[in-house]
Every structure is written in structure tokens, then in C-alpha cells.
């Protein structure tokens, strides 16, 4: 069946270790069939959600003009939502972060999404796989709240420099991961 997926990408680094990984899951993803859209959020310009609570009422998701209202649309086309992104302090970047956050704006705009499952691709500095736990527990309470069925985590440890990545196995095994989706 195909699906609709929704890569939202954390890194301000083009061409960075995670950006590979997305990349590498959306060849995968095409393959297989899917359509998938990529949203490079950690290059976008987007604020703090402050809680106004005055979502969709101006005409747009949030009534903060700013670039989440360019990615609105694609979250709510898609059927599947893939997190790729470095490892920031234990979990997600900021503006990674701040994109989550407003997906409050669907809840108070009684939106619902067609989104049912998730995906977490995740590359970072530390070769202890335990700072990883921050992110991922994070992720999977995402999920849980928001009752998306957990299609799988890949988490690559030991990775910081640009281009690292390329080093190991893990852009092949992204790649198979979207090749199954």
C-alpha cells in the first residue's frame, strides 16, 4: 500500500551525517513505491509555540506567522512521519523540537491527522548508545500520545564530523529500513 511520508529532518548542517540518513531512508522509501515528502526544519525559521491557543483561526495553523505554516500542509498529507536528526543535549534540536511542539496547533484547531505510524533516525557524537536514551524515550512518548503505530528506531552512534557516516553501514541499512516501510 502506498503511503504518504513525511520526513522532517533536525539538522542545520546540509549535507550533514543525519541529512545522509534521511536521504538514504527516502531512496529506500521511493523504491518501495511511497511518495515522500522531506521538510529540512532545521534550516526553517520557526517559533516557540506560546500557547495562544488561536490555531487555524486566522487562516493559518498558527497565528504566529512563520515557517510552520509551510509545513502544515505536509503534516497533515501524511500517513507516516519520519524524525531525522542529530542528537542535540540528549534529544531533539530546537527547531525540530519547536516543530513538535506546534503540532499542538492540530489539537486546538480540531484537526485530525492521517498520520498512523513513525519513524525515528537519529546520529550522534556519543559512542555510548545510553545518551541516546533521552531522544528515543522522548520519541516514544511522542508516539504513544499521539497513537502512531512505531515502524522502528536506527540510532548511529559515533558519528559527529560531517561525513562521518559515510564510514559505516548505516546509510544502507536506512535505505532497507525505507525499502520495508
Not at 541516546?132 to 503505530?149: H, M, N, P, V
Amino acid at each position: 500500500m502506498k503511503k504518504n511520508i513525511l520526513v522532517l529532518t533536525g539538522s542545520p548542517r546540509v549535507g550533514g551525517n543525519s541529512d545522509l540518513l534521511a536521504d538514504s531512508f527516502i531512496k529506500g522509501a521511493i523504491k518501495a513505491g511511497h511518495e515522500v515528502a522531506k521538510c529540512e526544519v532545521g534550516r526553517k525559521n520557526v517559533k516557540r509555540c506560546i500557547a495562544c491557543d488561536t490555531c487555524f483561526s486566522t487562516g493559518n495553523p498558527c497565528s504566529l506567522h512563520d515557517d510552520f505554516n509551510d509545513i502544515a500542509p505536509h503534516i497533515e498529507k501524511a500517513d507516516m512521519i519520519v524524525f531525522a536528526t542529530p542528537l542535540y543535549w540528549f534529544t531533539f534540536p530546537a527547531q525540530l523540537k519547536a516543530v513538535i511542539d506546534k503540532f499542538y496547533a492540530f489539537n486546538i484547531g480540531k484537526k485530525e491527522l492521517n498520520i498512523k505510524e513513525s519513524i525515528l533516525l537519529v546520529c550522534g557524537e556519543d559512542s555510548d548508545l545510553s545518551g541516546f536514551d533521552g531522544i528515543i524515550s522522548t520519541y516514544k512518548l511522542i508516539a504513544s500520545y499521539q497513537e502512531w503505530s512505531d515502524r522502528g528506531q536506527l540510532v548511529v552512534p559515533g558519528v559527529y564530523n560531517k561525513g562521518d557516516i559515510l564510514s559505516t553501514d548505516y546509510l544502507a541499512r536506512a535505505e532497507e529500513m525505507g525499502s520495508n516501510i
